[in-house]
């Protein structure tokens, strides 16, 4: 292998081990701005975006564990490395699809060490990110407390009011 592909391998093969969660995407008839923008919102996830050729990636991703094959990827083949929330940089590779009128479709994609075909990554895609969960999470734990809170409120407030009825009927 020539020292470039190598450096390239090299360069592929540790990013997938750094950030661990990435999405693969096939592109075609992209613009140069549409995709400048697409990989700015990728950084701002704190992921990247890396366009390589699909035996690159097969054998980096062989050196990182895992078994890709190249005939699996049609077209030019690109990958976005997650950040720290897999599931809003994968929305953002999935709205880019949309907006871009398909120029780029989900071939798959890795999560929590497994890999994903392209059905499986939209169903991933479709789930709230960290913060959303988090939220939903926290109101599941907080409804009980302000559903008893209501109850006690109601019963506080009831006995003046009681008490205020029978003072005005007794006057």
Do not use: W
């Not at 390589?52 to 564990?65: D, E, F, N, Q, T």
């Not at 120029?103 to 392209?118: E, I, M, P, Q, S």
């Not at 913060?131 to 407390?145: I, K, N, S, V």
């Amino acid at each position: 292998m020539r020292q470039e592909n190598q450096f390239l391998l090299d360069e592929v093969k540790g990013q997938m081990d750094q950030y661990g969660d990435f999405t693969i995407f096939q592109y075609a008839k992209v613009t140069a701005n549409a995709m400048g923008g697409f990989r700015n919102n990728i950084v701002k996830l704190g992921g990247e975006v890396q366009v390589v050729s699909k035996r690159i990636l097969c054998r980096a991703a062989i050196a990182s564990g895992l078994q890709l094959d190249a005939k699996s990827l049609p077209g030019h083949i690109g990958i976005a490395f997650a950040g720290s929330d897999s599931i809003e940089t994968t929305k953002a590779v999935f709205q880019f699809s949309k907006d871009s009128d398909s120029a780029l479709t989900v071939v798959g994609g890795r999560f929590d060490g497994k890999l994903y075909n392209a059905q499986d990554t939209e169903v991933l895609s479709a789930l709230p990110g960290k913060d959303g969960m988090r939220a939903e999470l926290l109101g599941l734990f907080e409804a009980p407390m302000s559903q008893t809170l209501a109850v006690i409120n109601a019963i506080l407030t009831a006995i003046p009011c009681c008490l205020e009825n029978k003072s005005n009927k007794e006057s």
